[in-house]
């Protein structure tokens, strides 16, 4: 199987930055996109960004011009860089990666890692 951990979160004041980390690990025969979502309390999950195997991104309005995505295939890895953080920003960050593993190569399934609390607070 694939297990995701990601890394990173924690308190930061408005207009300051974070950078997220996802370790993708396992049994891993393909990584497909790989993405971050994000859920406030009180609000539904929402995809914040996306990368293809091949490097294309797409982003949220919300955070277009502040987040960029970006990975690591070698390493099996996801960064979302985020810049310009706005108190609306703050929520629980899950790193998600569509994938299959060695055992069932045939089958690509969507994968969740435990996610990491992002706060923007001054």
């Known amino acids: 199987q694939v297990q995701l951990v990601e890394s990173g979160g924690g308190l930061v004041q408005p207009g300051g930055s974070l950078r997220l980390s996802c370790a993708a690990s396992g049994s891993i025969f393909s990584i497909n996109t790989m993405a971050w979502y994000r859920q406030a309390p009180g609000k539904q999950r929402e995809r914040v960004a996306v990368?293809?195997?091949?490097?294309?991104?797409n982003y949220a309005d919300s955070v277009k011009g502040r987040f960029t995505i970006s990975r690591d295939n070698n390493k099996n890895m996801v960064y979302l860089q985020m810049n310009s953080l706005k108190t609306e920003d703050t929520a629980v960050y899950y790193c998600n990666a569509n994938a299959s593993p060695y055992t069932r190569r045939w089958e690509s399934n969507n994968y969740w890692g435990q996610g990491t609390q992002v706060t923007v607070s001054s």
């Open positions: 990368i293809t195997s091949g490097g294309s991104t």
